[in-house]
């Protein structure tokens, strides 16, 4: 036995300190070694070198079975710490043995170590499901790699405090931004219920608003006021389903159960009007539909009327009995279905209308036959007949009335054939009739001129030339021109008489008539010319035809007294001429000014405004300008019209970029949008304020303006219709403002503490806070209102607390005059403090009565009361004390009697003596 000992192995040796030693010798990388290390580490009955052995294999999956199967606690503890060990040194691992490791492991801390070194993110969402703590966590949320794991844990935390750093600091941005949305979700959450609060109380405000609306007497004419109540019906159900599960639905149950009683009890008498007023409009409806349809029958009708026309253009069969049968069922229809007034009479019409036409298809076969025969007298007009265009007016007269009927096709070719040969010839004769009124016209106009510079015998060959085209006026043309004609006959008939009546004392007497106009000359120049004129003409008369050697000492007289005659007047024309100068030196200057503006603006470019306004200065001077020689005027206009020629181009040019400018101006303004009215229009006043500044756009700016005027009619109309919208809005706050007001109205009265009272002050600022804009007339007077709730509920309160603090005074002076503790308990703890602190201060010390009927008596005069006889003159002191004080404005803001009376309790220990002067200060207190 001794010799087996000696060659057994180190590893076998029972003592353990040998067997550590050997332990130490063995190659864990030798399979034979491995498998002695391994059986040293599950069955060595030695915990030391159990330990030694795994320590020297250190693998995952021999420690992970040790943890399992060490039936050591502490060497159980050890192999765990070694996995952890393993798993966190960040090696190439078996998963299948980390994810053993995970979902066997029992003891979470090992997995709370180990859980972010997992390779897999299966085996780190598996470990932080077991291990199943808010910091793990918060921890894969806020640094693991897989942005799936760092969702899902983040879903897992509730702690509001670290979502809010995680939103911010959180390694991965959609965790932040998943933290984002479930953190708003939350504040949503939280302000639900006071969202809802707040819904449901303007919703029955706007409920209580369209009661009251519906019990007004105008409510009848508001049918829409019954739906807007259905409405906000079926929206309160539906609020009621969310306040419901949030326990917030009592109170406001209540109140809709009020509001919708007296809502349904008027809605119930407005029915039966608005049920008798829907049949009126259903019965309307009728009537409009009865002759919507019976129009339709009768235009339908006409249709077929005028499908027939076609048939008998094309010479078609045709047969009218469907269409007077359909013809007479309408008619039957009209008797009786009901109808408009006013429909009745169109359809009465329209039905004669129709009935005519019928009527006219029946006669059609004679009129076709009146047609037909019409053909041959259109044959038989003569186009070079003096009749021709009365034959053919009169053709036209009859054929007018059957050109409407539905013709044959081919009769209307025929007649088109006919016609146009003698169209043609009439527009000839009209063109050749023109031609002569314009002959006519050239020849009486030089007859005249020659007549009037006295040439008669020339005026009287141009009138000869008058006969031909004369003759080929029309009626109404010689009638034109009669006046002219005739006036020139007299005169051909004058010069005859002359002929005539030629002699000597003719000419003597427009010697004697020349002579008396030299001698005694008109005041008038011009009245003095026109009769030297008037006097020469008929002396050229007598000149016809007369012995010139006879004749030269009769005209040398006539012409030496006709310049003498002219004399007066050659002085007046001369001043004439001389302001015929003038004006054209005027006009010249003119001409001159509008090419040097243009030259000036060639050089240096002069702005529109300066170009126009010197350009209008100009033409205004041209036109006032007087009149110059007849022979120059048109010369001198033409160089004026040259000259502002150039100026009007350039003024165009200048014209053509404002109109580019404000056709920009234009479509900015069209491609606003008139759904914003408000915005729209401020836009629109600055595109304005551009369009005037444009300038002048030429021949297109009327047209340009009253487009970009169309554009701010349209805003102006959709901006009044978002104030109305907004009035309406306005109001609709209003009558919720007021709700408000009456319901503080009501909690004022019927609040029972000033807890209460508080409490609806607040309620009633937030639901008046919470109200959109109203008018501003409407605010102030509604803010107005509520200021005067608001101080009759601190008033109220102010009284109530009066009214308590004097019941307190009246229990502590009772409990002093008694002694009594009870009485004392019965105070608020303020007061009872401030009684302990009388006790230890002064109830236990002799009292001073001197102190303490001064302070009575105060507290008396600042209460107003009496004070005993016996203390006249000590309240006369303390009066004057008092005023000194109060005039010398010092020491008054504390003597109130509530202090006097505690200085009154400070004087010493309170006895039977002081009973009377208690009841004194009772009825200071409570004045």
């Known amino acids: 036995m001794i010799f087996k000992n000696l060659f057994r192995p180190a590893w076998q040796h029972k003592d353990p300190a040998k067997r550590q030693s050997a332990i130490a010798e063995l190659d864990s990388s030798n399979q034979p070694h491995r498998t002695i290390l391994r059986e040293l580490a599950f069955n060595d009955g030695h915990r030391q070198v159990r330990r030694l052995a795994l320590e020297k294999l250190n693998e995952l999956s021999l420690w992970w079975l040790a943890a399992g199967e060490e039936r050591d606690d502490g060497l159980k503890k050890a192999a765990l710490q070694h996995v952890t060990d393993i798993i966190t040194a960040a090696s190439p691992l078996d998963t299948a043995q980390v994810s053993a490791f995970v979902s066997d492991c029992k003891d979470r801390k090992y997995l709370e170590a180990v859980w972010r070194q997992l390779p897999a993110d299966s085996l780190r969402q598996s470990a932080l499901e077991r291990i199943n703590k808010a910091r793990c966590y918060i921890d894969a949320a806020d640094s693991d790699p897989s942005t799936e794991i760092a969702l899902w844990a983040a879903a897992k935390i509730d702690d509001e405090k670290q979502m809010r750093r995680l939103a911010k600091k959180a390694g991965n941005i959609e965790v932040q931004a998943f933290f984002v949305s479930k953190l708003e979700a939350l504040q949503r959450a939280k302000e639900r219920p006071a969202e809802l609060n707040e819904q449901a109380r303007l919703l029955l405000a706007q409920l209580q608003g369209v009661t009251e609306k519906l019990t007004e007497p105008q409510a009848v004419e508001q049918r829409s006021l019954g739906d807007k109540a259905n409405e906000l019906e079926i929206r309160w159900q539906s609020l009621a389903k969310e306040l419901e599960p949030l326990e917030l639905l009592a109170p406001w149950q209540a109140k809709h159960e ?133 034959d053919l007016a009169e053709w036209r007269g009859q054929w007018r009335a059957v050109s409407d009927l539905p013709l044959p096709d081919g009769l209307r070719a025929q007649v088109n054939e006919l016609t146009t040969p003698l169209e043609k010839a009439k527009k000839a004769l009209f063109r050749m009739r023109k031609e002569a009124e314009e002959t006519v016209d050239k020849l009486l106009g030089k007859a005249e001129r020659h007549q009037q510079a006295g040439r008669l015998k020339v005026a009287v060959r141009e009138f000869h030339r008058l006969a031909k085209p004369y003759a080929l006026l029309s009626d109404k043309a010689k009638r034109r021109f009669d006046k002219r004609y005739q006036k020139l006959a007299a005169v051909e008939q004058e010069l005859l008489e002359w002929h005539q009546l030629v002699a000597a004392p003719k000419a003597d007497a427009l010697l004697e008539e020349i002579k008396a106009l030299a001698e005694s000359p008109a005041e008038d120049p011009k009245v003095q010319a026109d009769a030297v004129k008037d006097a020469r003409r008929r002396w050229q008369l007598l000149e016809v035809d007369r012995n010139e050697a006879s004749w030269t000492p009769l005209a040398e007289q006539f012409d030496t007294l006709s310049e003498k005659a002219f004399e007066i007047c050659r002085q007046f024309y001369g001043e004439q001429q001389q302001e015929r100068e003038k004006h054209l030196q005027e006009r010249e200057e003119v001409i001159k000014a509008v090419q040097a503006l243009y030259e000036q603006h ?213 409990a002093v005059t008694a002694n009594s503790d009870e009485l004392l308990q019965s105070l608020p703890e303020r007061w009872q403090k401030t009684v302990k602190q009388w006790q230890e201060k002064g109830a236990e010390k002799p009292a001073d009565a001197e102190i303490r009927e001064r302070l009575t008596i105060e507290a008396e005069l600042l209460a107003g009361l009496d004070s005993p006889n016996n203390s006249d003159a000590l309240r006369q002191q303390l009066r004057l004390t008092l005023l000194q004080a109060r005039m010398n404005g010092s020491g008054d803001s504390e003597r109130s009697v509530e202090n006097l009376f505690w200085q009154w309790l400070e004087a010493g220990a309170v006895t039977k003596a002081d009973e009377d002067a208690l009841k004194r200060f009772e009825r200071a207190l409570t004045a």
């Open 258 to 390: 009020g509001i919708a009683k007296r809502l349904y009890a008027r809605l119930e008498e407005l029915m039966a009007i608005w049920q008798q007023a829907e049949a009126q409009e259903k019965a309307a409806n009728e009537k409009l539909e009865n002759a919507a349809m019976l129009r339709g029958g009768f235009e339908a009708l006409q249709v077929d009327i005028k499908a027939i026309h076609k048939l008998i253009e094309q010479q078609q069969a045709f047969d009218i009995k469907p269409l007077t049968e359909v013809l007479s069922a309408l008619k039957q229809q009209l008797g009786a279905e009901a109808l408009n007034e006013s429909d009745w009479m169109a359809l009465s019409k329209l039905a004669a209308d129709v009935t005519e036409q019928l009527v006219k298809l029946e006669d059609l076969p004679a009129q076709l036959a009146k047609a037909e025969a019409l053909v041959a007298p259109l044959q038989q007009i003569d186009a070079d007949s003096e009749t021709f265009l009365t």
């Open 602 to 814: 060639k050089e240096a470019p002069l702005a529109l405004n300066d170009l126009e306004s010197k350009y209008r200065q100009l033409s205004n001077k041209w036109r006032q300008c007087g009149e110059i020689d007849f022979a120059k005027r048109k010369a001198v206009q033409n160089r004026f019209v040259k000259a502002s020629r150039k100026v009007t181009d350039v003024l165009k040019q200048l014209y053509s970029v404002n109109e580019a400018q404000k056709q920009q101006l234009l479509k900015q303004a069209e491609a606003l949008d008139l759904s914003d009215a408000t915005g729209s229009s401020e836009q629109f006043d600055g595109l304005m304020k551009k369009w005037r500044d444009a300038g002048y756009a030429g021949a297109n700016e009327k047209s340009l303006w009253q487009r970009f005027q169309y554009v701010g009619q349209q805003l102006r109309e959709q901006r009044n219709a978002s104030r109305t919208e907004q009035r309406e809005q306005w109001q609709s706050n209003a009558d919720a403002y007021k709700v408000v007001l009456s319901e503080f109205a009501a909690a004022i009265a019927a609040a029972e503490d000033d807890a209460a009272l508080r409490q609806s002050i607040a309620q009633a600022q937030q639901a008046a806070d919470a109200i959109g804009e109203t008018a501003h007339r409407d605010r102030r007077e509604l803010e107005a209102e509520m200021d005067d709730l608001r101080r009759q509920a601190m008033e109220a309160i102010a009284a109530r607390q009066k009214q308590q603090e004097q019941r307190n005074y009246q229990v502590l002076i009772e």
